[in-house]
Structures are given as structure tokens and as C-alpha cells.
T-cell receptor, first 111, second 114 residues
Framework: DQQVKQNSPSLSVQEGRISILNCDYT??????FLWYKKYPAEGPTFLIS?????DKNEDGRFTVFLNKSAKHLSLHIVPSQPGDSAVYFC??????????FGQGTTLQVKP | GAVVSQHPSWVICKSGTSVKIECRSL??????MFWYRQFPKQSLMLMAT?????????EQGVEKDKFLINHASLTLSTLTVTSAHPEDSSFYIC??????????FGSGTRLTVV
């Protein structure tokens, strides 16, 4: 049972445009959501997070939106840069502290 | 910021041998650490939750006798893959919850069993 889903395995955008990565979840007990960036053979790097009491969190070029009623969150990157090319994972946690990851979306930003 | 050191970064071992992977929180105490496994082009799958001073909690389907986890101190957790087989070849990653609400990940260990 995949509790966190990233239905788009890949996304390609032009440099300077907006990248939108989507994530859906099924467990209503999740109360904290995170986005990570990952390169092959490396550990994930934290990007941005959002608590379930908020619907938006912004940090520089990165903004995360949370729609609790739809159990959906998204990561917006604007403007996209070639260095943003990587695999992006969304993750969710509840009061257990465990992080449950989505399958990842490979983002390619073309110069 | 919080740093988690994971060693070794890669290891090749013969089938039937055991391999130990270490995960250390360098600048904070971690009462709980987590171990993940990632197959190529797949998600990070939680294997177990490592609790300092007590037994690890394993996720469903993870063999606790094969993946031995020890969390002997507030800064060190180890994962030992016992009697390794080629199907155990994977990328193993640890993480620790820091003093805030964040999760810091190690750099991962690429295990290849030949």
C-alpha cells in the first residue's frame, strides 16, 4: 500500500520556467510533509517542509503548497535552473516520526 | 547544521559474509535513527526504526535476523547485513531526527554482494 505517491516519474522544463512537482497521500494521520532532492549514490538533501496547519510555505525559489482536503501537495520551483536537475522525493510523517517517501520524480531542467 | 555521517560509502563483499554499516550523528544526539533501502530508480523504503538502548522496530517484510540493528549510544546506530546474498545488493541510507523537527540523512552506502 503506497501511502505517498508521486505519479509523474519524470518532468522536463526549460530553464527559467516553473517546475511543478506533485505528490498525493492517503494517510490522514500525516501531519508533516517534506521535499528532498537526491542525486544518485547520495543521501537525500532537505529542501523545504510544511506542517499540516499551513497551506503554503515559501523559501527562496521553492514553494510548497498543501491541500489537506485533497490530500495533495506540490513543490513549485521558480525560476528553474539546470542545477535543479535531480530526483525529487516528497515524504510524509505522523506522530510516529517515521518518514514515508514517494517514488520520486526526476526533474530535468534544460538550458 | 545537523550532520549525519555514514560509513562506508560503498562496500563489496562475498556472498555469505556479513557487512556492518555505521551511522553517526556528529553534532547532536539522536534517540531515534531510521534505516532505509533504495533499489535503483525506486523509492526509499523504510526498513526499521532504531531506538537507543532498546530493540529496533522493523517494518513489515523486513527480516530482523538478517538486518541486525544496534543503537548502543545516542550518536551511533549500526546496521549489519548478515549472510549477505546478491539480492541484498542495494543502497542503504540512515537518517536521524535532530533537535528540531528535521530529519538529517547520511550519504548512503552502496552494497554490492558478489
Amino acid at each position: 500500500d503506497q501511502q505517498v505517491k508521486q505519479n509523474s516519474p519524470s518532468l522536463s522544463v526549460q530553464e527559467g520556467r516553473i517546475s511543478i512537482l506533485n505528490c498525493d497521500y492517503t494517510n490522514s494521520m500525516f501531519d508533516y510533509f517534506l521535499w528532498y532532492k537526491k542525486y544518485p549514490a547520495e543521501g537525500p538533501t532537505f529542501l523545504i517542509s510544511i506542517s499540516s496547519i499551513k497551506d503554503k510555505n515559501e523559501d527562496g525559489r521553492f514553494t510548497v503548497f498543501l491541500n489537506k482536503s485533497a490530500k495533495h501537495l506540490s513543490l513549485h520551483i521558480v525560476p528553474s535552473q539546470p542545477g535543479d536537475s535531480a530526483v525529487y522525493f516528497c515524504a510524509a510523517s505522523s506522530n510516529t516520526g517515521k518518514l514515508i517517501f514517494g517514488q520520486g520524480t526526476t526533474l530535468q531542467v534544460k538550458p | 547544521g545537523a550532520v549525519v555521517s555514514q560509513h562506508p560509502s560503498w562496500v563489496i563483499c562475498k556472498s555469505g559474509t556479513s557487512v556492518k554499516i555505521e551511522c553517526r550523528s556528529l553534532d547532536f544526539q539522536a534517540t531515534t535513527m531510521f534505516w532505509y533501502r533504495q533499489f535503483p530508480k525506486q523509492s526509499l523504503m523504510l526498513m526499521a526504526t532504531s531506538n537507543e538502548g532498546s530493540k529496533a522496530t522493523y517494518e513489515q517484510g523486513v527480516e530482523k535476523d538478517k538486518f541486525l540493528i544496534n543503537h548502543a549510544s545516542l550518536t551511533l546506530s549500526t546496521l549489519t547485513v548478515t549472510s549477505a546474498h546478491p539480492e541484498d545488493s542495494s543502497f542503504y541510507i540512515c537518517s536521524a531526527r535532530d533537535n528540531g523537527y528535521g530529519y538529517t540523512f547520511g550519504s548512503g552506502t552502496r552494497l554490492t554482494v558478489v
